[in-house]
């Protein structure tokens, strides 16, 4: 069974810096392409950025909003997908989705639970 | 950025119903688009990729179509578990945006 698990949300101020985690599981790791996706509170989904597989060059790309401010790295040792979040804002709030690519069309084929953010003074 | 609209915002039908979900993009995407479900406090999970590709395991009443810009999601009988909200997206071009997705309640 394919499994992707979240950790590191929780409550930070704005200005500050939180780190999320994605542990994968259930599948060769190595050359899949992975995705951030968030869903503020209430509202729709939002495409954060993705990474492709090392062999692919371990490229990023990202949504303007996180651009400069968030960086995606993985580490194919530990089967983990990262996520910095600098300089963060309230408007980060939201509960942030790692997510599997499929080949076909990019599409999210495998999701985590989710793991909260919440930016608050 | 390729804008996505999805019609209607909320939809009420009923157990056994035919329902139909569209999905609009402010310029070609060609054939790559995706459709998800989503129920409350829960994931997303992949329903439809690549336009009109049955994901693995979804059931076969779930059906999607078109290109370019216009697409459709249809449920083609509605049964109990399938009330929740569905969600599109884009990956032609980055970033890979969603619609704001549909609410499909029980009448």
């Known amino acids: 069974e394919v499994q992707l698990v979240e950790s590191g949300g929780g409550l930070v101020k704005p200005g500050g810096s939180l780190r999320l985690s994605c542990v994968v599981s259930?599948?060769?790791?190595?050359?899949?392409?992975m995705s951030w996706v968030r869903q503020a509170p209430g509202k729709g989904l939002e495409w954060v950025g993705r990474?492709?597989?090392?062999?692919?060059?371990?490229?990023?790309d990202y949504a303007a909003p996180v651009k400069g401010r968030f960086t995606i790295s993985r580490d194919d040792s530990k089967d983990t997908l990262y996520l910095q979040m600098n300089s963060l804002s309230t408007e980060d709030t939201a509960v942030y989705y790692c997510?599997?690519?499929?080949?076909?069309?990019?599409?999210?084929?495998?999701w985590g639970q989710g793991t909260l953010v919440t930016v608050s003074s | 950025d390729v804008q996505m609209t999805q019609s209607p915002s909320s939809l009420s039908a009923s157990v056994g119903d035919r329902v139909t979900l569209s999905c609009r993009a402010s310029?070609?995407?060609?054939?790559?688009l995706n459709w998800y479900q989503q129920k409350p406090g829960k994931a997303p999970k992949l329903l439809i990729y690549a336009a009109s590709g049955l994901q693995g395991g979804v059931p076969s009443r779930f059906s999607g179509s078109g290109s370019g810009t216009d697409f459709t999601l249809t449920i083609s009988t509605l049964q109990p578990e399938d009330f929740a909200t569905y969600h599109c997206q884009q990956t032609d071009t980055f970033p890979h945006t969603f619609g704001q997705g549909t609410k499909l309640e029980i009448k």
């Open positions: 997510t599997t690519i499929k080949n076909v069309a990019s599409a999210g084929d495998y």
């Open positions: 990474i492709k597989s090392v062999a692919a060059g371990a490229t990023t």
């Open positions: 310029q070609s995407i060609k054939k790559n």
């Open positions: 259930g599948l060769t790791f190595t050359p899949v392409w």
